[in-house]
């Protein structure tokens, strides 16, 4: 089972990247898929994550109305739509994968123990 996140760069302040978390090996439709990022320095910080059941979404305050979380079943791929990046958004941000729905709640927790997990793609938001 394998993720791969792919989408990250340099982008400037108020800029947008869309990130995208592809999967091998399952149907990730079926899966609770969360994002994650982790600055150098800094413990891991959930973003956003979407439940398999009924695609239900939820953020992180930091980065509400901001980001965007979806899937693309046909893709089988997750996207984290990011506008209006600023440079406290820089990091490398992970996607994550779980069969249980209850790894992805209105908490976003950093600690929420998904099983699978990609290598990370690095963002860097910079003038």
């Known amino acids: 089972l394998q993720l791969v996140e792919s989408g990250g760069g340099l982008v400037q302040p108020g800029g947008s990247l869309r990130l995208s978390c592809a999967v091998s090996?399952?149907?990730?439709?079926?899966?609770?898929v969360g994002w994650f990022r982790q600055a150098p320095g800094k413990e891991r910080e959930g973003v956003s994550c979407?439940?398999?059941?009924?695609?239900?979404?939820y953020y992180a305050d930091s980065v509400k109305g901001r980001f965007t979380i979806s899937r693309d079943k046909a893709k089988n791929t997750v996207y984290l739509q990011m506008n209006s990046l600023k440079p406290e958004d820089a990091a490398v941000y992970y996607c994550?994968?779980?069969?249980?729905?209850?790894?992805?709640?209105?908490?976003?927790?950093?600690?929420?123990?998904?099983?699978?997990w990609g290598q990370g793609t690095q963002v860097t938001v910079s003038s």
């Open positions: 994550a994968a779980d069969l249980a729905d209850s790894v992805c709640d209105a908490s976003v927790n950093s600690l929420a123990p998904y099983n699978y």
């Open positions: 090996g399952f149907f990730l439709g079926s899966y609770a």
């Open positions: 979407i439940r398999g059941v009924d695609d239900s979404t």
